[in-house]
């Protein structure tokens, strides 16, 4: 059984950066990785996914700002030039039975940690 744990969420000032960490354990196979974030009134989105080969894709809102990266089993996202609208809960998230730029390919997930971008 695969578990996810998130850490690095926080607040920051519009134009700073932050990188979301997530640990995993209990893989015992390659899988998808990806982060997905879920605004308040809004639908949970992907913003991020890396599949096994390293070929990664991004949500056009992140796109050139935000970086997922993969070190042994340590997840990253890398946040840059953070944005009001930025302001989410995320929420790392790692599968393996389907395309890895589905949402329903995964199947086990973090708890989520809060990121808050004031102007």
């Known amino acids: 059984q695969m578990q996810l744990v998130e850490s690095g969420g926080g607040s920051v000032q519009a134009g700073e950066s932050l990188t979301l960490s997530c640990a995993v354990s209990?893989?015992?196979?390659?899988?998808?990785i990806a982060w997905f974030r879920q605004a308040p009134g809004k639908e949970r989105e992907r913003i991020a996914s890396r599949n096994p080969l390293g070929v990664k894709s991004y949500a056009d809102s992140v796109k050139g700002r935000f970086t997922i990266s993969r070190q042994l089993n340590t997840l990253f996202l890398q946040m840059n030039r953070l944005k009001p609208e930025d302001t989410a809960m995320y929420y790392c998230?790692?599968?393996?039975?389907?395309?890895?730029?589905?949402?329903?390919?995964?199947?086990?997930w973090g708890q989520g940690t809060q990121v808050t971008v004031s102007s």
């Open positions: 998230a790692a599968g393996w039975a389907g395309t890895c730029t589905s949402t329903s390919t995964y199947n086990y």
């Open positions: 209990g893989a015992s196979s390659d899988y998808c």
